[in-house]
């Protein structure tokens, strides 16, 4: 099943992460070889990422020299975890532009800065967390951008246009098996994408996400004591 949402109006300035002074989310990646292990309260997700310029896929999961170097915008993702307020700015993503993430039990919006002056922060999508060391397949989250490439020696910029989501392929779930083999089955989960969360950072408000969220039955949790 295929949903898109086309992301509109206004976008938020940077002084939104005044919102998040609660701290820096704990994100971390499970190690190779084995049957990830989590702790209490915490869950495992997995998925894939893909980014097209008007229908051309691109790799825009670049590091270090490769930034500088390629013709392709770097894209950076961050997590906001709304029961807590708390945020993980550049979360890891594999240059072929999967994850997997140990987050805690929660509510998520995962969202980027469009590299416009000045920065913004977008939503993409949303997502949940459940407890328990079973990884959960969040399925594929398809960006479709429009690149402008500077023909001097600053980075490429874009702008997005679109988000898609759908069930994985299988493939995101046999990698993740060929890196930890013992792993006892993957639950299925989905993003949930929609074309108010865009502007949901433009002014903040949980009741606002909550009702946005309600509408794809899914639901927040209460907010964690600090």
Known sequence: MLRRTVIR???????????LLGGCLAVRSPEPGAAARVAPGEGIVIGSI?????????????????????????????LFHIESGRKRPDVAVSPDGRFEWILPVGTYLLYHTPSVDPPFNEPLAAFRVTPGSQPCDLGELDLDVSVDRQLSWKLATYSLLGVETSEGNGETVAWYLARHPGTEGIRQGAFVVDP?????????????CARILARHGMEIGPPEKR
Do not use: M, N, Q
Request: aromatic letters at 8%.
């Open 196 to 208: 108010e969360l865009g502007g949901l950072f433009s002014h903040w408000s949980r009741e606002a």
């Open 9 to 19: 109006g206004a976008l938020a300035i940077t002084t939104w992460s005044g919102l």
């Open 50 to 78: 893909r980014v097209s310029d008007r229908g051309i896929e691109i790799t825009p999961w670049k590091r270090e020299l490769d930034e500088i170097l390629s013709e392709d915008p770097v894209i950076h993702l961050a």
